[in-house]
């Protein structure tokens, strides 16, 4: 086991799974062979966090304190959580370990590229929220979010994959969506279910579940 050792909180079984897929797929490119990406995990009731999601309260700081402390107990340097909502409880925890945080990941991506506004997709509460925005904002990176109408697009397409009931018509509305924005300002994707129907083909979108999964893989070597 490597001593750069990441720990990953098991969530919600279609998003961690991505995020595994994710892990080994990059980790496989760079090492070759048969390898594949080590990490410890702690598996979670996610049913008990999905329901307390996604405003933060004293009760689920208490309930990922526990998985938290759990999981910072085993030997590892860093940690992910797949899912990008709920960093915004994880800020609220006193947490010794390096978080593996898709909004500094985010950020330092946005200024390498010298872009200065960003659309914000992701869940209806995300995009309607300022956890995100006001970050970036703060940052001096000016965010815009999707019309209303687009918005209860997105946020559907984010519920058919969580229920993995997605069709290819979905898919396709969405990708044309992606590209329609894209062609003013570059996007975020601030969600993993939107991660996993993303397009591979536009340069002009930012995956924070890419940005995590590839700084996991640096700390892997």
Request: charged share 25%; with cysteine; proline share 4%.
């Amino acid at each position: 086991m490597s001593k750069e050792s990441v720990g990953l909180l098991g969530l919600g079984s279609r998003s961690t799974l991505y995020y595994i897929e994710q892990l080994n797929r990059l980790y496989n490119k760079k090492m070759g062979g048969y390898s594949t990406f080590p990490f410890m995990m702690i598996n979670t009731n996610f049913d008990t966090i999905n329901s307390l999601l996604p405003n933060p309260s004293n009760e689920l700081d208490a309930v990922l304190t526990e998985y938290v402390t759990r999981l910072e107990k085993l030997e590892i340097t860093a940690i992910l959580i797949p899912n990008i909502t709920l960093h915004e409880t994880i800020d609220r925890l006193k947490i010794r370990k390096k978080i593996l945080h898709p909004l500094i990941l985010t950020t330092n991506k946005i200024i390498e590229q010298e872009w200065s506004t960003v659309f914000l997709f992701g869940s209806l509460h995300t995009m309607e929220s300022n956890y995100v925005s006001s970050y970036l904002e703060s940052k001096g990176i000016s965010v815009e979010i999707p019309s209303k109408e687009d918005r209860l697009f997105i946020d559907t397409v984010r519920k058919q994959v969580y229920a993995k009931t997605e069709t290819p018509d979905l898919r396709a509305t969405y990708h044309k969506m992606l590209n329609k924005y894209t062609e003013e300002f570059p996007i975020i994707l601030a969600c993993t279910e939107l991660s996993i129907l993303k397009p591979i083909d536009n340069n002009r979108i930012i995956d924070m579940v890419q940005l995590q999964v590839e700084e996991a893989v640096l700390l892997a070597d």
